[in-house]
């Protein structure tokens, strides 16, 4: 290896590894065991090269993770990971110890399964609620409840209101959730249509504005529902269709799914009728009846994708792991599965004249809930683990997401057997240990 340094007080090291983009600093050579911090060793805190002052802008200290059982999310293996820059550098069992002139941090892993980071493609990032007047506006999601739910990416959307909400406060609040480290996505529109957007155009939103992937989520067989026909629907989906191929986004057409009888209707009927690719349409809150997942089950015949909402329990709902395990048992199709956690979402109850009578708040806990309950039920983790990473990345055109891969995205999450989260890392840098989140948000409690 030959690695460059920069500025006056680096210097060339030699050694078995191409590093590439790595400052190397004088007087880098001393390591500790930080105490309280078992299995992890770090340059000394007390080395003068550490301090933030001597540190470039562009600065990621390398991260060699040790001995973990890696789901990628297929099953490798025992394994050694390198993380720099942001990516996963190499990864292979052995992989020699890091020079110690470099700063560096050394995790051992044993005992742990790591796998990719949680893709959470519905989530309220700027609240939801609001369906019995303004003081039921569901507050906007903070970053720790992510965090300990193992999601390292989230995309983020307007539910009922699209009056007193707006797109241009969700664009706000994802690129607030980038700032804190999280990659995080969101979708122009809301239930209704027109569709609300930033720009006066879906497809100037979907090319123009970075974050935004596509529309939703645009409510299908609800009362809150626009109560759109077809043609409405075939013209949202040929514009954000259109949009994604312009930008090179996913293009995708997220569905509120209510439980309204008329179900999948418009989405079939729009597959009959158009050329839009099947693959565009994205339909949410599938387990939400009992009926509509079993409709679901055929509606991916066609090529869709369906996503499962993870509810907490209310003794009624079919609940996300015994949805996928039910699925896994017949045979269907994995790849054509998603979850999704409607984290700060309002889960109304409602009566027959449409008034809200009861209501709680979507977690993304439960997302992490269900894969503890699949792992209770002894479903092998490699089978379903890309229900909630590597099909999400799929579905919504991420290739760096949703794999433990040399050169992906290094967001990646240490599980306990039991399938708690131990330790987590967002584009190299950890954010969880040991169970604790290390960086909460500006407006959070400290730990």
């Given amino acids: 290896m030959r690695v460059s340094a920069q500025g006056p007080d680096s210097e060339e090291v030699s050694g078995g590894l191409d590093f590439a983009r790595v400052t190397v600093l004088q007087g880098a050579t001393n390591t500790l065991e930080t105490p309280g911090e078992e299995g992890i060793s770090r340059p000394a805190a007390s080395c003068p090269c550490l301090a933030s002052s001597s540190l470039p802008n562009e600065f990621m200290m390398l991260t060699l993770l040790r001995n973990a059982s890696i789901y990628a999310p297929e099953f490798i293996g025992e394994s050694d990971v390198l993380l720099a820059d942001g990516r996963v550098a190499a990864m292979a069992p052995g992989l020699p110890d890091l020079p110690a002139e470099l700063p560096h941090e050394t995790h051992d892993l044993s005992g742990h399964l790591l796998i990719p980071g949680l893709i959470d493609a519905h989530v309220h990032l700027s609240g939801g609620g609001g369906e019995a007047g303004p003081s039921t506006r569901v507050p906007p999601m903070a970053l720790s409840p992510l965090l300990k739910a193992g999601i390292t990416s989230c995309v983020g959307v307007l539910g009922t209101d699209g009056t007193t909400r707006t797109i241009r406060d969700l664009v706000a609040c994802t690129l607030g959730l980038r700032e804190l480290g999280l990659s995080a996505w969101c979708y122009t529109g809301s239930y209704r249509i027109p569709v609300p957007t930033l720009t006066g155009s879906v497809r100037d939103d979907v090319v123009f504005i970075d974050p935004i992937l596509g529309v939703g989520e645009l409510a299908l067989s609800d009362h809150r529902s626009s109560q759109p026909t077809l043609d409405e629907v075939l013209r949202v989906a040929s514009d954000v269709y259109v949009a994604g191929m312009i930008s090179g986004k996913a293009g995708v057409l997220h569905c509120h799914m209510g439980s309204g009888e008329r179900g999948f209707e418009l989405i079939e009927r729009a597959l009959d009728t158009a050329e839009i690719p099947a693959r565009v349409y994205h339909p949410t809150h599938i387990n939400r009846e009992r009926w509509l997942f079993d409709a679901a089950k055929k509606l991916v015949d066609r090529g869709v994708t369906v996503d499962l909402t993870a509810f907490p329990e209310d003794g009624e709902t079919l609940m996300a792991a015994e949805a996928i395990a039910q699925w896994r048992a017949e045979g269907l199709p994995m790849d054509r599965l998603t979850c999704s956690s409607d984290g700060a979402g309002c889960l109304p109850t409602f009566d027959e004249d449409g008034r809200l009578i009861q209501m709680d708040i979507g977690d993304p806990i439960t997302l992490l809930e269900a894969i503890q309950e699949l792992?209770?039920?002894?479903?092998?983790?490699?089978?379903?683990?890309?229900?909630?990473?590597?099909?999400?990345?799929?579905?919504?055109?991420?290739?760096?997401?949703?794999?433990?891969?040399?050169?992906?995205?290094?967001?990646?999450?240490?599980?306990s057997p039991e399938g708690d989260v131990r330790h987590l890392w967002a584009g190299g840098k950890l954010m969880v240990h040991d169970g604790v989140v290390l960086t909460p948000g500006p407006f959070e409690p400290k730990n």
């Fill in 375 to 415: 792992l209770k039920r002894s479903e092998p983790l490699e089978d379903f683990l890309p229900v909630f990473t590597s099909n999400v990345a799929r579905v919504l055109a991420l290739p760096q997401k949703g794999r433990v891969v040399v050169g992906g995205d290094a967001d990646l999450v240490a599980l």
